[in-house]
């Protein structure tokens, strides 16, 4: 009698275990698939960033250093103004 309530708890014990092995497997297919999309659409954006970068690099140039510009502008202008407050 107790061996039957053991097997049974067992079984139930096995059957919960694959289910659950079942869940991670299926899991990890959609990770695995969510993983190629990302791999995908991150290659085709370096392959248009690249496309870009070849047909305007000039552009590509004041995008990529688009905040040291602005900040060199500003300084230019700040040193404008106090030398025009100097002088005048």
Known sequence: M??????????ALEQE???RLAQLDQAMQTKNKLHL????KVRKKAEA???FKARHPRLS????Y???IMMLFFLLITVGFNV???IG
């Open 84 to 86: 025009s407050m100097f």
């Open 66 to 68: 688009n905040v040291i």
């Open 2 to 11: 107790v061996t039957d309530k053991q097997d049974q708890w067992f079984a």
């Open 37 to 40: 999309i990302n791999a995908e």
């Open 61 to 64: 140039f004041l995008k990529r």
């Open 17 to 19: 275990n694959n289910e």
């Open 49 to 51: 960033a690249t496309d």
